[in-house]
Each structure stands twice: as structure tokens, then as C-alpha cells.
């Protein structure tokens, strides 16, 4: 079974042709040619297909569509092996092209699924005319491709419906076998962090396979880019969110700071040397670009919890060392409400009419109370009742306790990371279906774990501020009452 996508390119056609002639991807170029010529160079055939748009109809016009990507991807179950992948690509493009368009195909053999990407000039040689790509277009390319398939012996994907959103790649791979598009993206959210050393490529390894990444404050936004479906980290579940995925990406437990691009004093090549705050700007600490999440104008860098900090002077002679744990001494420490991971309360009914929807708000308002004194009344002798503490020092304890606890839960993840470029290391890895479900049903007991305890905190923290406002309001009648006895 074959799956076709297509994207397009507006600009840079040599970088998008580099890309896919990768010798690391394609058995050293062998598995890419060119339809009108045998030079495989970026830079000459970009100048070539360049020339071709510059010559339409229309000409070449700023922001127009210089080419189409198209990517078909065959299903690892199929066993096709590379040469064979390449020459249905030849078919495939040769067809969808009607042989007036030049263009590229490259077999990608670096992943668990053989794959072909094929760059089409948007203009024709031969006509003259562009590309006019419908609605319709992507199912007619689909049919040709499963026409080539089941020419070769190969099998094909039976539609079952009528489908809410447009399938990826991923998802009409999965909802073939039984399985939902949330596994298909932890797999290949995965697999690509066994592949990454960075967050950049992190997110750039991602994009190539149809699925973009954006930092949205707090949370990730995992996005189809054919589809335009979107997934926030907290349906996929803890392990996926940002502090969890750098874990992943560098193998170790680690610390997260956050500062404003103001507090930087100089960036380099590889590194971010940010101000070290409450010291005056008369000390700095040096980050490598490796280590760091941009949000905006917000940075967020992530250091290993054991190592030291080298610490310099405004010169870049050396001060001193901060120790593991230290960092926090200077550096908020990063807010670990975990709640929006944990399973939300249930939405009410609406009504037929105004009255039954204002009535069911009310009642929906009133559980919600109900439900969040009752939390605190049982968080309250969970961790009051039997050690005497006060809620002060119950609150510290429960919050110390989730970060252990989310410590824990990021070693495991590490731990299964490691497990993955093992795997990876001894054979091709397929990224079909999770293939650890007692690690996935563990991972997910600890942060049903931890979910509980946040759920814990937030309660206390709910009487920890109610009792605050009592005194303050005791307070204000008391001097009230002293005024008026003057």
C-alpha cells in the first residue's frame, strides 16, 4: 500500500532538491535521477527548472509556486525493496506528469518505510503552461498510485468513509491496521528524538515527515501539515510535552530555565551566553544552542540536572562554578502544574432551550464546587491528617513530592529513549505500531500518579488562599473596628 502527499516550493528549489538527494538517504545517489538530464546537482538543475518558469506563459511572478513535492510512500509490510520503489516512482511521476513536466525523483531508504520524493517544475517544457493543481487532484494522483501498486503486487488502502478531517500519511497507514493517529504521532515523535540532538533538528526532522511543531507558552501544538489537523501535548499525554521531549532528545534528567531574549549578552555560532540574574550584568553563563527552546521573545534552556555551570565575568575570564542545584539560585524556579495532562472534568449537556442551558450552568457550577471541596477535604487528611503537618508544610512536601515524582517519570523516558537508539542501532525500525505496551501502560500509571498529587496541590493551594483571604479580610475589620472605637 502506497500513500501520496503533496506540498509545495516557493522558494530555495536547490535546498528542497538537496534534501532529497541526500547520498545518506539514497544509497549514495544511486536511487536519483533527473527527467531530462543526467546531472543530479542542485544548483544546475534548479537553474534549469528556473529557466522553464522564467519562459511560461505567465513568467515568473514573486510568491508564485515554483514546484511541486510530491512524496509516495510505500507500506514496510509491502517488503519493496529500494530499486523497485524507484522505478513505480519513475512510473508514477512519468503519469501524473503526462511527460511535460522536468522533474526529480530520490528513493529515501533511511527510514522503516521506503519512500520517494519527487520535485516537479511547476511550469511545463514542453507547454509552456503551469500546474493547476483541484480539489480532486490529490485523489486522482492516489488512484494512479494504487493502480501502480496493484500492478506490482502491492496492496492498497480501501477507503472506509467519509473521514471528519483529510489523512496524513501516518493516519491512513494506522486507521488501516485498527490503530488511532495519537499512537502514529508518539511513534513518530519518538523515533524522531532517537534521531535528534537538538531541538532544531528535533523540529526540522519532524516537519520532513508531514508533521510540524510549535511552542505555544506552556504547550506543544503537534500539526498535520496536510491536513492542517492539530494535536496539543496534553492529548498525547506527558511524556510529549516540552520539558519531556528535550529529555528524550539529550538522555539525561534535566533542569529548565527560562529568561527574556533581553538577558542575553552575546550569541555566537553555537552558543547563548545569557546574563546571570541578581548578579548586575557583571556575570554570565554560556549556553549551547542544543539546549534551547525559543518561544517568542522567551527562551527556555535545558540543563542537566547533575552538571556544574561555569560562570564568567563581562571578559569571559572565569568566576566560579554553580554546583547542580544552583542554577536556582539565580533563576526562577519553572512552575510544574502538571493538571491540564491529567483527564478534565466532564462538559454538561446543553439544553433545548435558553432556561434548561442556564439551569444546567448553575447545576454544572454547583457539582464543580461540590467536587472541589470534597478534594480538598480528602487532600487535606492525605497529607495533614496523619503526619501533623501544618498546611504550609504540607503544601512544600506534596510539591516536593511531584517533583520527584516527574523526575522519575523523565529517568523512564530517558531510559526508553536509550532503549530506542539501541533498537535502532541492531535493526531498521519500523515506527508502525507501539511496540513496548507494558512501558506505555507503566509510563501511563505514573502520570495518572502524578496527576492525582497535582490535583492534591491544587487543592491545598485552594485553602492555603482561601485562609489567606479570611485573615486579610479579619484584619481589615479589626482596624476598621479599632478606627471607629477612636
Not at 372 to 384: C, F, I, K, N, V
Not at 407 to 431: C, M, W, Y
Request: aromatic share 6%; glycine share 6%; with cysteine.
Amino acid at each position: 500500500m502506497a500513500v501520496v502527499k503533496i506540498n509545495t516550493v516557493k522558494a530555495t528549489i536547490d535546498k528542497a532538491i538537496a534534501y532529497i538527494a541526500n547520498p545518506a538517504k539514497t544509497e549514495d545517489g544511486t536511487l536519483v535521477e533527473a527527467s531530462w538530464t543526467d546531472s543530479i546537482d542542485p544548483w544546475q538543475l534548479r537553474e534549469d527548472m528556473m529557466s522553464t518558469l522564467e519562459e511560461s506563459a505567465n513568467g515568473l511572478r514573486p510568491g508564485s509556486v515554483l514546484a511541486r513535492h510530491v512524496i509516495q510512500s510505500f507500506d514496510p509490510r509491502d517488503g519493496v525493496d529500494p530499486q523497485e520503489a524507484h522505478r513505480i516512482g519513475v512510473e508514477f511521476a512519468e503519469q501524473i506528469t503526462g511527460g511535460n513536466h522536468q522533474y526529480v525523483i530520490a528513493t529515501h531508504v533511511d527510514r522503516g518505510h521506503m519512500h520517494n520524493h519527487i520535485i516537479i517544475c511547476n511550469a511545463s517544457d514542453v507547454t509552456r503552461r503551469k500546474m493547476r493543481l483541484t480539489k480532486g487532484t490529490l485523489g486522482e494522483w492516489r488512484s494512479i498510485s494504487d493502480r501502480l501498486c496493484i500492478e506490482h503486487k502491492l496492496s492498497i488502502i480501501r477507503p472506509t468513509g467519509n473521514p471528519r478531517h483529510g489523512r496524513s500519511m501516518g493516519e491512513l497507514y494506522t486507521s488501516a491496521r485498527g490503530e488511532g493517529i495519537k499512537d502514529a504521532i508518539r511513534t513518530l515523535i519518538d523515533a524522531t528524538c532517537a534521531r535528534s540532538t537538538s531541538w532544531p533538528e528535533f523540529r526540522n526532522l519532524l516537519a520532513g515527515n508531514g508533521v510540524t511543531v510549535t511552542v505555544r507558552g506552556r504547550h506543544l501544538t503537534y500539526t498535520d501539515q496536510e491536513t492542517g489537523l492539530r494535536i496539543r501535548d496534553v492529548k498525547l499525554g506527558l511524556a510529549y510535552n516540552e520539558d519531556n521531549i528535550m529529555a528524550k532528545i539529550n538522555r539525561q534528567n534535566l533542569d529548565r530555565i527560562t529568561f527574556n531574549e533581553k538577558m542575553i549578552a552575546r550569541r555566537d555560532e553555537d552558543t547563548l551566553t545569557v546574563w546571570l540574574p541578581k548578579t548586575g550584568r557583571r556575570e554570565q553563563i554560556t549556553i549551547p544552542y542544543d539546549h534551547l527552546v525559543q518561544d517568542g521573545r522567551t527562551w527556555h534552556a535545558y540543563l542537566g540536572e547533575d552538571a556544574e555551570q561555569v560562570v564568567t565575568d563581562k571578559t569571559g575570564r572565569y568566576v566560579r562554578r554553580l554546583m547542580p542545584g544552583q542554577i536556582y539560585e539565580h533563576f526562577t524556579r519553572p512552575d510544574i502544574d502538571l493538571t491540564s495532562f491529567v483527564d478534565r472534568r466532564r462538559t454538561v449537556a446543553p439544553g433545548k432551550t435558553d432556561a434548561q442551558r442556564r439551569y444546567y450552568t448553575v447545576q454544572a457550577i454547583k457539582l464543580d464546587r461540590l467536587r472541589d471541596q470534597a478534594r480538598e477535604l480528602s487532600a487535606a487528611q492525605r497529607w495533614m491528617g496523619d503526619t501533623g503537618d501544618g498546611l504550609e508544610d504540607a503544601i512544600r512536601h506534596l510539591d516536593e513530592r511531584i517533583r520527584q515524582e516527574r523526575d522519575g517519570f523523565q529517568a523512564e523516558i530517558v531510559a526508553l529513549a536509550e532503549t530506542t537508539d539501541t533498537r535502532g542501532e541492531s535493526e531498521e525500525h519500523n515506527p508502525g505500531p507501539r511496540e513496548n505496551p507494558a512501558d506505555d501502560r507503566h509510563l501511563e500509571l505514573r502520570q495518572r500518579r502524578i496527576g492525582e498529587l497535582q490535583k492534591d496541590l491544587a487543592a491545598l493551594k485552594r485553602v492555603q488562599e482561601r485562609v489567606r483571604t479570611q485573615r486579610e479580610q479579619r484584619q481589615r475589620e479589626r482596624t476598621r473596628t479599632r478606627g471607629i472605637r477612636r
